[in-house]
């Protein structure tokens, strides 16, 4: 393996254990939605968008993609209001929806979500979350599919990144905080 870039203090989740636990999530959702028809992915943009992406062509059951835009960090490391940004093509009453999540930090993003999205009156509504953080810190938001749990630092690769840097990383990894401290 290559040397880490200097930004990084360690890798949490290396890119075969990621892609395995992918294939066993793409298996339980098919087996959970076999035979309901299709089922709409929400990928929320940027940071779930590789692992929207790996995860839609694991999936054995017939499903479309789409994105929402949601911004509640921008390039600081405090978690802000939640807007949207960009909202989906298609209205999803009567679908079989699942909210797809890089990370359940704070809970503020996947709880509006939800609830916003449960408004819109969809036949059933899950969640699946790349990474989720200690649950003592966050509201009270299900996650219905998950990843993986990591401790409470500054994550970036596979999607999720810090300031748009190291978003493409094949693993997921530990942020130096002398990075974001600044």
Not at 1 to 24: C, F, G, N, Y
Not at 39 to 66: N, Q, S, W
Not at 96 to 117: A, C, Q
Request: charged share 25%; hydrophobic share 40%; with cysteine.
């Amino acid at each position: 393996m290559s040397e880490l870039h200097p930004d990084l203090a360690r890798i949490l989740v290396p890119e075969e254990t990621i892609q395995a636990h992918v294939k066993v999530l793409a298996h339980q959702i098919s087996l959970d939605y076999a035979d309901k028809g299709p089922v709409y992915l929400v990928g929320v943009l940027r940071g779930a968008f590789i692992f929207l992406a790996d995860l839609a062509r694991c999936l054995t059951i017939p499903h479309v993609v789409d994105f929402m835009s949601v911004s509640s960090y921008g390039k600081s490391t405090e978690s802000g209001v939640v807007r949207i940004v960009l909202d989906l093509r298609e209205p999803i009453d009567n679908q079989h929806v699942i909210i797809v999540e890089d990370i359940v930090d704070s809970g503020k993003t996947l709880s509006y979500l939800y609830t916003m999205l449960k408004s819109r009156n969809p036949t059933s509504l899950r969640t699946c979350a790349l990474v989720q953080k200690p649950k003592e810190k966050q509201l009270d938001v299900p996650v219905d599919y998950l990843g993986f749990k990591i401790p409470d630092v500054w994550v970036v690769g596979y999607g999720l990144d810090y300031a748009d840097k190291h978003r493409t990383l094949p693993y997921i990894a530990e942020l130096k905080p002398s990075v974001y401290e600044k």
